[in-house]
T-cell receptor, first 114, second 115 residues
Framework: LAKTTQPISMDSYEGQEVNITCSHN???????ITWYQQFPSQGPRFIIQ???TKVTNEVASLFIPADRKSSTLSLPRVSLSDTAVYYC???????????????FGTGTRLTIIP | AAGVIQSPRHLIKEKRETATLKCYPI?????VYWYQQGPGQDPQFLIS???????DKGSIPDRFSAQQFSDYHSELNMSSLELGDSALYFC??????????????FGPGTRLTVL
């Protein structure tokens, strides 16, 4: 599995856009990039997934450059409730024998300041 | 919508005792995963089951075992508990089979404390 590197922590003020970048230099051709969010004492929650270019959903955008060696999670207009740990994961999607396990690295602890 | 159910939510055991954690996946999900998250640590994969068969194994101690039953619920059995087993144990489920984003849905976790 491709190893990922993210900043350990980030601070941001409410209402700002937050961008968290993840490096995954050894990403394989069939790997997808997935981001999860985790609040204290709760299970991780899926945010967004992509393979290349840009993906957007109702909570975030994911930017992936052409070489796919990095990705950026963008959270628009953050609020205090976005304070959490954000994990970048890279792995393949298997369609025949169950999905692949999630390998969590050290996530980014995002703190939103009022 | 139905979510992943885990029981018990909290469990306190003594060293060398045994514990059984239960997980009820989202209906129609065919894959169940177990993760362990120690204090201040990141979640670590333990084991997974696809269609009631073990599909992958991570850093699960030999003292632990797990299985998935015919109704798709799963149990994680932990014996000879050690202080270091104190952690949050998450169960997750997903639906495989082509298309989609392979999202894993996590349960609320079981907090195990070993005294």
């Amino acid at each position: 599995l491709a190893k990922t590197t993210q900043p350990i922590s980030m601070d941001s003020y409410e209402g700002q856009e937050v961008n968290i970048t993840c490096s995954h230099n050894n990403i394989a051709t069939n790997d997808y990039i997935t981001w999860y969010q985790q609040f204290p004492s709760q299970g991780p929650r899926f945010i967004i997934q992509g393979y290349k270019t840009k993906v957007t959903n109702e909570v975030a955008s994911l930017f992936i450059p052409a070489d796919r060696k990095s990705s950026t999670l963008s959270l628009p207009r953050v609020s205090l409730s976005d304070t959490a740990v954000y994990y970048c994961l890279v792995g393949a999607i298997l369609y025949d024998f169950g999905n692949e396990k999630l390998t969590f690295g050290t996530g980014t602890r995002l703190t939103i300041i009022p | 919508a139905a979510g992943v159910i885990q029981s018990p939510r909290h469990l306190i055991k003594e060293k060398r005792e045994t514990a059984t954690l239960k997980c009820y996946p989202i209906p129609r999900h065919d894959t169940v995963y177990w993760y362990q998250q120690g204090p201040g640590q990141d979640p670590q994969f333990l084991i997974s089951f696809y269609e009631k068969m073990q599909s992958d194994k991570g850093s699960i101690p030999d003292r632990f075992s797990a299985q998935q039953f015919s109704d798709y619920h799963s149990e994680l059995n932990m014996s000879s508990l050690e202080l270091g087993d104190s952690a949050l144990y998450f169960c997750a489920s997903s639906l495989s089979g082509g298309g989609g984003d392979n999202e894993q849905f996590f349960g609320p976790g079981t907090r195990l404390t070993v005294l």
